[in-house]
């Protein structure tokens, strides 16, 4: 009898010692956004390799495609929280899968952190809900401010994408704020819009040529659509400068545009050059050393959601989701790679931004704009 109790014991203590705490991961692998995904996986996943334990146990990530699809990113939160019941959720790239995905994790009370949703609906109203990005508000301004001031311009055209929340979001704070900028109501000679996924831009080309506008602004929810855009447009003769958001921000832009992208200018998180912390260096120096490349905006993101979370359940010294939840809210001057985090009420990082340029084929660190 002492031997069974014994052995039963000792079963017990490994399956404490050994059991894992789980973080979900609910990115896009494939589909339309798979390279922002799968960017950003790549940071989460260099995060877990550097910081793999947390209360003295290992850190289980539990990956779930959400194949760019709203539908599916709901499904996947649910799943990671039923199936696998994980502490808290990282996810996702692109805010119109963000925003179901965050609406299910917040209606179970799983504490979620976006990455990279820069639509202010990821967070508003969802207690449970945080992100280690800026959010349009901000990013739009930033771009209206840079066109203004740093290119002079007096007028602008908007070519969205309807289908996108982030498009749409975006869109309208730029067009607020272009025109509240230059006191001109007029100043923003017209808005396009199209669905993601569209070939064929002729007809909201033909509109925005026909304006002769200074900056021609596509906030596309897809990479691929705006290099579309851009390569569509110069070959109409459109001679604007082009602007973009955080989207951007992957090297398949430059493969599909060509030329057409020399000279353009986005927003975005991140740049080797601008960040200045002490995990700032620890990141680049690893990631460039496991992956032999330099790191985007959303792999830092990535990165930081993961310590974001690790560090709040250090300080909550719990995993429970109302505990990692609590702890999260009260993140405060948190170095991460892709600077000081600290959540306002809403749940949103307090950032600066970054604009770059797209030159010779790569991107070029141009400006730091704070809040």
Not at 137 to 147: D, H, I, L
Not at 256 to 285: L, N, P, Q, R
Not at 294 to 320: E, Q, T, W
């Amino acid at each position: 009898m002492r031997k069974a109790v014994l052995i039963v014991l000792l079963l017990v203590s490994s399956v404490f010692v050994f059991s894992a705490i789980r973080i979900g991961v609910f990115e896009p692998l494939t589909g339309a956004f798979a390279a922002g995904g799968q960017l950003t996986l790549k940071g989460i996943r260099l995060a877990n390799e550097m910081f793999p334990t947390v209360l003295n146990q290992k850190v289980e990530l539990i990956i779930v495609d959400n194949k760019t699809d709203k539908v599916e990113a709901a499904n996947a939160v649910t799943r990671l929280i039923q199936v696998y019941n994980v502490s808290a959720i990282i996810g996702s790239y692109g805010s119109s899968l963000a925003i179901p995905g965050s609406e299910v994790a917040n209606k179970m009370k799983v504490p979620m952190v976006g990455c990279s949703p820069t639509n202010p609906l990821v967070t508003q109203g969802k207690e449970y809900v945080f992100r280690v990005c800026f959010i349009d508000p901000f990013q739009g301004t930033v771009m209206a401010k840079f066109a203004v001031e740093n290119l002079k311009a007096k007028t602008a055209y908007i070519v969205q994408d309807i289908s996108s929340d982030y498009s749409v979001g975006l869109a309208h704070y730029f067009r607020n704020a272009f025109i509240e900028l230059t006191g001109d109501s007029k100043s923003v000679l017209g808005v396009a819009s199209y669905q993601g996924g569209d070939q064929d831009f002729t007809a909201q080309l033909t509109l925005a040529k026909s304006k002769n506008p200074d900056v021609l602004f596509i906030p596309a929810g897809s990479y691929g659509d705006a290099a579309l855009i851009m390569k569509q447009a110069r070959e109409m003769g459109v001679k604007a400068t082009f602007l973009g958001g955080d989207t951007w921000e992957v090297p398949e832009i430059i493969d599909v545009a060509g030329d057409a992208a020399e000279g353009a200018y986005f927003s975005t998180h991140f740049d080797e050059k601008a960040m200045t912390t002490e995990m700032t260096k620890k990141f680049i120096d690893a990631y460039k050393k496991k992956y032999n490349e330099d790191p985007s905006a959303f792999a830092a993101l990535g990165f930081d959601a993961y310590l974001v979370i690790i560090d709040a359940i250090n300080r909550a010294k719990s995993v429970k989701p109302a505990d990692v939840k609590d702890a999260l809210a009260k993140t405060k001057n948190f170095q991460g790679a892709t600077g000081n985090i600290t959540f306002d009420e809403n749940g949103d990082a307090i950032k600066d931004a970054i604009v770059k340029k797209i030159e010779k084929g790569s991107f070029k660190f141009i400006s730091i704009v704070k809040p």
